[in-house]
Protein backbone atom coordinates (compact mmCIF):
# COMPACT_ATOMS: atom_id res chain seq x y z
CA UNK A 1 0.00 0.00 0.00
CA UNK A 2 1.60 3.42 -0.81
CA UNK A 3 2.05 5.80 2.49
CA UNK A 4 -1.21 8.48 0.70
CA UNK A 5 -3.63 5.14 1.32
CA UNK A 6 -2.74 4.82 4.79
CA UNK A 7 -2.70 8.40 5.66
CA UNK A 8 -6.25 8.38 4.40
CA UNK A 9 -7.30 4.96 6.41
CA UNK A 10 -5.84 6.52 9.85
CA UNK A 11 -7.85 9.95 8.90
CA UNK A 12 -10.99 8.40 8.41
CA UNK A 13 -10.31 5.84 11.75
CA UNK A 14 -9.48 8.69 13.97
CA UNK A 15 -12.65 10.17 12.75
CA UNK A 16 -15.40 7.36 13.36
CA UNK A 17 -13.88 6.80 16.76
CA UNK A 18 -14.36 10.75 17.33
CA UNK A 19 -18.11 10.34 16.14
CA UNK A 20 -18.48 6.94 18.41
CA UNK A 21 -16.85 8.82 21.46
CA UNK A 22 -19.26 11.83 20.63
CA UNK A 23 -22.10 9.39 20.55
CA UNK A 24 -21.58 7.38 23.61
CA UNK A 25 -21.18 11.08 25.58
CA UNK A 26 -24.53 12.14 24.11
CA UNK A 27 -26.17 9.08 25.79
CA UNK A 28 -24.44 9.40 28.94
CA UNK A 29 -25.63 12.92 29.20
CA UNK A 30 -28.79 12.38 28.57
CA UNK A 31 -29.59 9.28 30.43
CA UNK A 32 -31.58 10.24 33.63
CA UNK A 33 -29.93 7.85 36.44
CA UNK A 34 -30.66 9.40 39.47
CA UNK A 35 -32.24 7.00 41.94
CA UNK A 36 -34.46 8.92 44.59
CA UNK A 37 -34.07 7.94 48.10
CA UNK A 38 -36.51 5.75 49.99
CA UNK A 39 -38.69 7.05 52.50
CA UNK A 40 -38.39 6.03 56.21
CA UNK A 41 -41.16 3.26 56.79
CA UNK A 42 -40.72 2.05 53.03
CA UNK A 43 -40.61 -1.30 51.86
CA UNK A 44 -37.39 -1.36 50.02
CA UNK A 45 -35.88 -4.49 48.17
CA UNK A 46 -32.45 -4.31 47.26
CA UNK A 47 -31.00 -7.24 45.34
CA UNK A 48 -32.61 -10.53 47.13
CA UNK A 49 -32.75 -8.36 50.85
CA UNK A 50 -36.43 -6.92 51.41
CA UNK A 51 -35.52 -3.84 54.05
CA UNK A 52 -37.73 -1.32 55.95
CA UNK A 53 -35.81 1.41 58.04
CA UNK A 54 -37.97 2.70 60.71
CA UNK A 55 -35.25 5.47 61.93
CA UNK A 56 -32.34 6.60 63.27
CA UNK A 57 -31.00 8.15 66.58
CA UNK A 58 -27.80 9.35 68.14
CA UNK A 59 -26.53 7.98 70.98
CA UNK A 60 -23.10 10.16 72.00
CA UNK A 61 -20.97 8.96 69.12
CA UNK A 62 -22.85 6.25 67.70
CA UNK A 63 -25.85 6.72 65.13
CA UNK A 64 -28.35 3.48 65.64
CA UNK A 65 -30.55 2.79 62.72
CA UNK A 66 -33.64 0.82 63.24
CA UNK A 67 -34.31 -1.30 60.48
CA UNK A 68 -36.08 -4.82 59.63
CA UNK A 69 -34.45 -7.30 57.26
CA UNK A 70 -35.62 -10.18 55.49
CA UNK A 71 -35.78 -12.35 52.55
CA UNK A 72 -32.57 -13.91 52.54
CA UNK A 73 -29.99 -15.64 54.28
CA UNK A 74 -26.59 -14.14 54.71
CA UNK A 75 -23.88 -14.50 57.20
CA UNK A 76 -22.44 -11.29 55.88
CA UNK A 77 -25.53 -8.70 55.76
CA UNK A 78 -24.90 -6.25 57.41
CA UNK A 79 -22.02 -5.66 55.21
CA UNK A 80 -25.17 -4.60 52.99
CA UNK A 81 -25.24 -1.18 54.77
CA UNK A 82 -22.68 1.92 54.27
CA UNK A 83 -23.04 5.19 55.83
CA UNK A 84 -22.13 8.09 54.01
CA UNK A 85 -21.41 11.46 55.51
CA UNK A 86 -20.28 14.78 54.01
CA UNK A 87 -16.64 13.81 54.85
CA UNK A 88 -16.68 9.90 54.30
CA UNK A 89 -18.28 6.67 54.51
CA UNK A 90 -18.00 4.44 57.24
CA UNK A 91 -18.69 0.85 57.45
CA UNK A 92 -21.35 -0.59 60.23
CA UNK A 93 -20.08 -1.90 63.70
CA UNK A 94 -19.60 -5.29 63.82
CA UNK A 95 -19.19 -6.00 67.33
CA UNK A 96 -21.90 -7.92 68.72
CA UNK A 97 -24.38 -6.22 70.87
CA UNK A 98 -27.95 -6.45 72.60
CA UNK A 99 -30.53 -6.44 69.57
CA UNK A 100 -27.51 -5.22 67.05
CA UNK A 101 -27.87 -6.45 62.98
CA UNK A 102 -25.36 -10.01 62.54
CA UNK A 103 -26.65 -11.75 60.08
CA UNK A 104 -29.74 -11.53 57.70
CA UNK A 105 -32.15 -14.24 57.68
CA UNK A 106 -35.10 -15.17 55.46
CA UNK A 107 -37.72 -14.61 58.22
CA UNK A 108 -38.07 -10.50 59.07
CA UNK A 109 -36.05 -9.53 61.63
CA UNK A 110 -35.78 -5.98 63.54
CA UNK A 111 -32.21 -4.78 64.13
CA UNK A 112 -30.43 -1.95 64.70
CA UNK A 113 -27.46 -1.02 62.57
CA UNK A 114 -25.12 1.13 64.17
CA UNK A 115 -22.57 3.39 62.94
CA UNK A 116 -19.53 5.25 65.24
CA UNK A 117 -19.54 8.93 64.32
CA UNK A 118 -16.67 10.00 66.61
CA UNK A 119 -14.39 10.61 63.30
CA UNK A 120 -17.33 12.19 61.45
CA UNK A 121 -16.85 16.38 61.16
CA UNK A 122 -20.11 17.04 59.36
CA UNK A 123 -23.98 16.44 59.75
CA UNK A 124 -25.87 14.96 56.46
CA UNK A 125 -26.33 11.18 56.70
CA UNK A 126 -27.41 8.90 54.11
CA UNK A 127 -27.93 5.55 54.63
CA UNK A 128 -26.85 3.25 51.57
CA UNK A 129 -27.83 -0.48 51.05
CA UNK A 130 -26.14 -1.93 48.33
CA UNK A 131 -26.67 -5.99 47.22
CA UNK A 132 -25.63 -7.73 43.88
CA UNK A 133 -25.75 -4.59 41.30
CA UNK A 134 -28.82 -2.60 43.49
CA UNK A 135 -28.20 -0.02 45.48
CA UNK A 136 -30.98 2.26 47.40
CA UNK A 137 -30.37 4.88 49.96
CA UNK A 138 -32.28 6.49 52.50
CA UNK A 139 -31.68 10.19 53.67
CA UNK A 140 -31.07 10.10 57.91
CA UNK A 141 -30.91 13.58 57.73
CA UNK A 142 -28.87 15.88 59.98
Not at 14 to 39: F, M, N, R, W
Not at 69 to 88: E, K, M, P
Not at 115 to 133: E, I, K, M, P
Amino acid sequence: MKTRTLLLLSVVTALAILLAGGALLLQLSSGDSEVDAAQVGDVVEVGDARIVVFGAATDGDVLEVDVEVSGVDDTDGLDTFRLVTGDRTLSPMSAPAAGRCAAFTIDAQRCVVAFDLSAVDTSGRLLVARRGDEQRSWSLGA
